[in-house]
Nanobody, 122 residues
Framework: QVQLVESGGGLVQAGGSLRLSCAAA????????MGWFRQAPGKEREFVAV????????HYADSVKGRFTISRDNAKNTVYLLMNSLKPEDTAVYYC???????????????WGQGTQVTVSS
């Protein structure tokens, strides 16, 4: 298990950008694949992006491909999600999660942060 804390959410106009951060506690951060998920009111939690332990492999949901970029800094125990060209439909609570493999299902991730709200106004 690893403890995760997200930050960087907020209110932004459509077309704007935000960068989310997820700081991990513990010395094993670099051994985990890290994912970002989001959940809008009344909807299920959905996959956004995932990055391998080394940062060498990434995968994105089709809805964010080309607009969002996931990255990590293992020296800082932090994973990032840079979100550009934001749309109102990107509004959700965004969660980071740690898992053992490069997967996209929430059930494949064992540690979760508390979430950070992103609101995109039209």
């Amino acid at each position: 298990q690893v403890q995760l804390v997200e930050s960087g959410g907020g209110l932004v106009q459509a077309g704007g950008s935000l960068r989310l951060s997820c700081a991990a506690a513990g010395s094993t951060f670099s051994t985990y694949a890290m994912g970002w998920f989001r959940q809008a009111p009344g909807k299920e939690r959905e996959f956004v992006a995932v990055i391998s332990w080394s940062g060498g492999s990434t995968h994105y949901a089709d809805s964010v491909k080309g607009r969002f970029t996931i990255s990590r800094d293992n020296a800082k125990n932090t994973v990032y999600l840079l979100m550009n060209s934001l749309k109102p439909e990107d509004t959700a609570v965004y969660y980071c999660a740690a898992g053992s493999f490069l997967r996209i299902r929430p059930a494949d991730f064992g540690s979760w942060g508390q979430g950070t709200q992103v609101t995109v106004s039209s």
